[in-house]
């Protein structure tokens, strides 16, 4: 290091007990507080826009259960006989008889098959059985 290096380091160091504001600080403005500058709330908007985008996403979230629930109410409302529906297990039927709570599903032809399932338990309608409106096929 040269001399002029070391002189330097040693003024930028000051005197023990000197209360100069240290590198980098605003100068205090009258009473003793910060002045306001563009740079008072300079970290808080991140933040501020964090809390926005990370509300907007649970909203989004939140709208679309909702819409996907309705979507399933109604079709399960729209339930009628001879409609083919597949079940969240996979079987695959022709609805035979709908009461409240229950659908009876015809899954064989050729022995007669009927097995009952919980109303809830239809994921979706394949073909939409006579006299019931068309409706398209879920994924």
Excluded: C, H, W
């Excluded at 209360?19 to 808080?44: E, K, V």
């Excluded at 809390?51 to 729209?78: H, N, P, Q, Y």
């Excluded at 229950?102 to 064989?108: G, H, P, S």
């Amino acid at each position: 290091m040269s001399m002029y290096d070391l002189t330097s380091l040693v003024l930028a160091q000051g005197v023990p007990g000197d209360q100069a504001a240290p590198a980098g600080s605003q100068p205090a403005g009258p009473g003793g507080t910060p002045p306001a500058g563009p740079s008072a709330f300079g970290g808080s908007s991140f933040f501020l826009i964090m809390i926005l985008l990370l509300v907007f996403m649970v909203f989004t979230s939140v709208m679309s259960g909702r819409k996907d629930k309705r979507r399933k109410a109604e079709m399960l409302a729209s339930l009628a006989r001879n409609a083919k529906v597949q079940t969240v297990g996979g079987v695959i039927g022709t609805i035979v008889e709908v009461k409240n709570d229950e659908i009876v599903l015809k899954v064989d032809e050729a022995s007669n098959t009927r097995i009952r399932f919980s109303r809830s338990a239809i994921q979706q309608v394949l073909k939409p059985g006579f006299g019931a409106e068309p409706q398209p096929a879920e994924p």
